[in-house]
Structures are given as C-alpha cells and as structure tokens.
C-alpha cells in the first residue's frame, strides 16, 4: 500500500521541482520558449533532432521584436541576446559585467583546454591574453605565413601529382583536415609532416582527436556549455587523456631541443619562448599597415590591464595549452570554413570562374608567377569577397556565450528595464544574426556581392569570429591560412559536385560545430596549368 502511493508522491515531488523555476522570465515580464517540464528548452538537443546551435537559438525568430529573450536549460533559466548592438556592449564597454564564457573546466580534469585562451578565467585569461597580443599582429601572422605557404603549396604538388592529369574525388573535409593539420603542426609546434602521403601519422591522428567535434568528445563540449555544473561535478575532460600526454611530450621535448641547439624559428612555439622571456614585442608601424587582412579580420580591442608576471609565469604547460589551442583553431575554423566555400563554389561555377579569373589576374606578380605572396592575397577583392560571405552563410561556431560576472541592467526595446543577475548565462546566436532578412536580405542565397562595398554591410551583425575582448585572436592567421589553400586549390583545379555529394547539404545534427552529414564530396579537375 506504501508503494502504491508513495511513488506517485515523489514522481509528483519531481515535476514540481524540475519546473519550479519556469516562472522566472513571466515574473520579469520577458518572453521565453515555452519549457517542457525536466528538459526545458533542450529536449530536441537530446533526441538530436536539431543541432545544438538551432536548439540554443530557438527563440531568436520567435520573438523578434525584444533584445533578449529567456531560455531553460532543463531548469536552469539563462538569456538570449536578439540585438547586436546589445552583444557588441556587452563584448565591449561592458566587457567587465561579462568577462567569462559558460563552460567551466577545471585544469586537473582538463589540463589543456582549461589553459587555453577560449576557457580560461579571470587572471589567467588576462595574462595570457595579454601576453599573446603581441603574436598575433599583421607582422608576426606575414612572418608565419612563409611556413604556412611552404607547407600549403608541398602538400599542392603531392595533389597534383596523386591526380596524373585526370579528374578524381575526394571528400574534402578529409584533405582540407589533412592540408591544415600539416600547416598547423609547423606554425604551432615547428614539426614538418606530411598527412597525405602518411596518412597516419602521429600528429595528424592525435590533431583529428584533438579537433573532434562530434560523437562523445562532441557531447563532452557541449556539456561544458548547456549544464557546466554538472559536467564539473561528475569531473569529465574533454580531451581524452593520451592527447593531453602526447602534446605536453611533444612540446616539452620541442623546447628542450630549441633551447640546447639556440634554434629560433618564425613560429608558434618561438613566440611563446619569447613571452616567457618577456621579450615578445608588436613592431607598431609595421603592425598597423598589416592590421587587416579582409574584411571578416576579428579587431583587436587595446588590452585591459597588463599582466603581474610575478604572479602568473608561462610554463611548459601553459605554452603547450596555448599551442594546442592554436592548432585547433587552426584546423577546425579553416577546414570548415574551406569546405563550405568549396561547396558553395561547386554549385555556383559562375561565382568559382570569377573568383579563378582573379586568380589568374594576379599571377603576373607572384615572383615565380605560382606561389601566392602575403601581399598579393591580401589585395584580392573578390576572394575576400567569397570567404566573407562563406563565413556569414555558414559561421563555423553558430553560438557564443558569455556568464554574467556582475548584475547588468540595459532597456529593452518595449521600454521596461531588464535587470541580468550576477550568475546568470547568455547565448550570442551569431547564426542567427548572419541569416536574419532584416540585416542580410535573401541570406540563404551565397552572394559574395554583398560584401563589395563595405559600408552596405552591417558589421555589428557580422560577426564570424566573435567581437570585443574575447573574440578570436587568430582571426588574421585562420582568414590568410583559408585564402592561401583556395588559391592554390583554385589554381590546379575546378570544383564540381561529386556523384555522392547531397545538394542541399544535410547538416550533422549530432556534431558540436559546423559539418555535413554526408560528407562534402567533390569532384576536382586538373587545369594544366
């Protein structure tokens, strides 16, 4: 008889717990999805019937007349900001009521990713941040991108000649991960390798577990952002353990090596030894006439406070952190990034023949008329063009967010006055913004049009690499990276839609970032160049 009543009880005890908060935006008069009770606003993230991105954003369209909405993650209550101009204050001028992102990763579980730039908190941010400024100028990115061209236009010829003159297919997504984890490996931990004739090398299969965004891996980030509480509670790491070990040996090894041989070599790892040293330094005239290298390039806001380095040093630990971050970065925004160009190209050949017009027109002033220059790319206007509107239409992080760090009040756009607590998370549905009609009319079309007179463009709402004091710091190097691969692309091949490719493209529901399910699979023809 107990049973037959007690389960009910605390089944009942149960629903009312879990949708106990669900009045906390009606109280404050702000609309909100509604919830549904245990799961609030994430239930379709858990059947994956939507991406993560689309589930987070739900009530962008929803509600577009408000400058932020409310959303339940199960029942926790957190915001959504519908404004840019409400995020580009809060990225901002009020960068100190919102100077941390949600996940919350502790370095004994996460020794890496916990000290990388995109995780890291309060001090440690602000050093490292600060102590990084200076390697990721206009000037320090032209001098990395001599190992980036090296390493680009060797992995180029091995393509050619793998293609003996005949069309072939690849997916893309595969090579452009292999082109990139080779160009990363030697800008970031100064290792030549060569993905695509070794196709198992060391680093290259440590990098694709490093850069996996989907399956477990996947739902561990993800974690990290939907319920950090309870992702720290059960003490998960994002990583798996032999890749944190792997690149805490390969970078340890590295710098004993530089250090006893006094090699200085123009990359990652060199710049990090100099900020150890405290010795890295921005060459601000040079600096400044290679600030931009197109027009998505993230702005550098001037630093904060510098850093006490009495209190915090750079440790092998912390420079293999950084690097490792770096590297994925590197290969993940710019394989995606690639890889929905390319498709874009593929199905709009009279977008691809100009864009390989421009190629062909700058040829004359390459010095062996093949090889691009840092110079000669930033000076191409249709191809900034194409990569711009690639990263509108297809951002490859759809979804930032920041936690409230002190209570932050703004009017909404009804007048009332909105009060966001200390504590409380907020999601930046950068997707959203990029194909809103309101600023981008017919934003499902790919239109590197768009983006031919700047002014027209508007550039609070465009956002690919995040905006204020935590955007992304190695915009200049992914923008040039991406750039430097579809000329060389363009300039041995055409791209043609592949037997096995879907058009439209089917996103994978099921990944942490940007992919497609079924693969991006491409013809590529020689042109005999």
């Known amino acids: 008889m107990f049973l037959y009543w007690a389960l009910p009880t605390v089944l009942y005890l149960l629903y009312r717990w879990s949708v106990a908060t669900y009045d906390y935006f009606e109280k404050r008069q702000i609309p909100y999805v509604k919830p549904v009770p245990f799961f609030g606003q994430v ?4 059947t994956q019937a ?20 409310g959303v339940f993650t199960l029942r926790t209550p957190a915001y959504l900001v519908h404004d840019p101009v409400l995020y580009k204050q809060i990225a901002g001028r009020d960068f100190d009521h ?29 050093h490292h ?9 206009g000037a320090k990115t032209r001098d990395m991108f001599g190992l980036l061209v090296k390493s680009a236009g060797d992995a180029m010829d091995r393509l050619v000649s793998y293609s003996a003159g005949e069309p072939f297919t690849m997916e893309l997504r595969d090579l452009y991960s292999r082109l990139a984890n080779d160009a990363m490996s030697s800008i970031s931990f100064g290792v030549e390798v060569d993905s695509l004739t070794d196709r198992d090398n060391e680093f290259f299969v440590k990098g694709k577990r490093l850069a996996k965004l989907d399956g477990l891996s996947g739902l561990k980030l993800l974690m990290t952002a939907i319920l950090p509480g309870l992702y720290r509670f059960l003490k998960l790491g ?13 970078v340890a090894t590295n710098i004993r090596y530089r250090e006893q041989h006094l090699i200085r070599r123009p990359d990652f790892i060199h710049l990090l030894l100099q900020a150890r040293k405290n010795e890295l330094r921005a060459e601000q005239t040079e600096d400044e006439a290679l600030e931009s290298v197109g027009f998505s390039t ?3 806001p001037p630093p904060l406070v510098e850093p006490d380095d009495r209190q915090l040093e750079w440790e092998d630990i912390d420079i293999t952190a950084a690097a490792a971050s770096f590297f994925f970065g590197g290969i993940e925004t710019t394989t995606t990034l690639l890889c929905f160009a390319c498709y874009e190209l593929a199905v709009n050949p009279a977008i691809q023949q100009r864009l390989y017009a421009e190629i062909v027109s700058v040829r004359d002033e390459l010095p062996d008329g093949v090889t691009p220059t840092y110079e000669v790319l930033r000076k191409m206007k249709y191809l900034d063009m194409v990569v711009s509107e690639a990263l509108r239409r297809w951002p490859p992080f759809g979804l930032t967010n920041r936690r409230c760090t002190k209570d932050y009040s703004f009017t909404n756009s009804d007048g009332t006055r909105i009060t966001i607590e200390k504590g409380m998370n907020i999601s930046i549905p950068i997707k959203s913004f990029h194909l809103d009609p309101r600023f981008f009319p017919d934003p499902l079309r790919f ?39 579809m000329f060389y692309m363009l300039s041995h091949f055409s791209i043609e839609p592949g037997l096995k490719l879907t058009i439209p493209l089917v996103l994978d529901e099921t990944s942490a970032g940007l992919n497609a399910k079924h693969g991006f699979w491409m013809s590529l023809i020689p042109r005999h160049i």
Request: net charge negative; glycine share 4%.
């Open 98 to 126: 919102f100077s941390e992102h949600v996940s919350d990763l502790s370095v004994e579980t996460d020794p890496l990713l916990a000290r990388s730039l995109f995780f890291a908190k309060e001090a440690r941010w602000r």
């Open 50 to 69: 939507k991406h993560a991105v689309d589930v987070a954003s739900e009530g962008y369209e929803m509600f577009p007349d408000t400058r932020i909405s």
């Open 43 to 46: 239930l379709s993230f858990f």
């Open 129 to 137: 941040r600060a102590g990084l400024r200076p390697a990721f100028t």
């Open 238 to 250: 994002v990583l798996y353990e032999d890749v944190n070990e792997f690149y805490l040996e390969a």
């Open 298 to 300: 993230a702005t550098t």
């Open 447 to 485: 239109d590197p049009e768009r983006f031919a007179d700047p002014c027209r463009i508007n550039q609070d709402a465009y956002v690919p690499f995040g905006k204020g004091y935590r955007n992304c710091i190695g915009s200049r190097l992914a923008l040039m990276q991406a750039k430097c691969f």
